[in-house]
């Protein structure tokens, strides 16, 4: 994700809230893999937004699938109870390892339940980490991911992924980036696919 910086005075970065930790529940908001692929403990969630961002997939992933215009990215928070705090934050620290900084944000839903989240914990990619591949076209990108994989999938399936789960928990909004890449891939795999009959 890329910061909008005009938008960002809310954000303390490198530091976990003490107010999110000191009461029952800790939450944590996944804007990528993590909306489908949760391997941790939560006792709630709800589908919202972030503001000051953009979903970019400028940057390059050593060990997952890879990664990842918008003024705020859709995704999920989920509620992380304060016993499992350490533990679900150790496995993210691992999980999100590769450029990521955990940052604390508003955060917005058109949910009008109890316990909804004010702020919420999300790891940042931003391009001063050394696995920041920078901007590039559409193409380009599709380019890339096509033939990437690692020990999470492929490339491929996560964009696939991301753009199905963008749609279901937010079918209003306009991903332009991410659906865009969408089907920039389509189209290589089935150019790939013509090819291999």
């Known amino acids: ?76 928070a989920y509620a992380i109870e304060n016993r499992d705090i ?10 999100e390892q590769a450029g990521y900084t955990k940052k604390v944000v508003q955060f917005h839903t058109k949910t ?17 980490n050394e696995w920041f591949a920078g901007e590039a076209s559409i193409q380009q990108i599709a380019s890339r991911i096509a033939v990437c994989s690692g020990t999470s999938g492929s490339n491929p399936e996560y964009v696939h992924k991301l753009a199905a789960e963008m749609r279901r928990i937010a079918p209003e909004e306009d991903d332009k980036h991410l659906f865009e890449l969408e089907l920039a891939l389509k189209s290589i795999e089935n150019k790939k696919g013509k090819q291999i009959l």
């Open 112 to 128: 009008n339940e109890n316990q909804i989240p004010s702020e919420v914990t999300v790891y940042i990619a931003d391009e001063n």
């Open 1 to 76: 994700m890329k910061p909008d910086k005009s938008e960002n005075s809310h954000i303390n970065d490198n530091e976990l809230s003490n107010d999110l930790k000191n009461h029952n529940m800790f939450w944590i908001f996944g804007y990528g893999s993590l909306i489908w692929k949760t391997n941790f403990p939560f006792i709630k969630k709800h589908p919202g937004y972030i503001k000051g961002y953009t979903r970019r997939f400028y940057q390059f992933s050593p060990d997952h699938r890879g990664t990842n215009d918008l003024s705020r990215v859709w995704g999920i």
């Open 86 to 95: 350490d533990n679900v934050c150790a496995g993210l620290d691992l999980r």
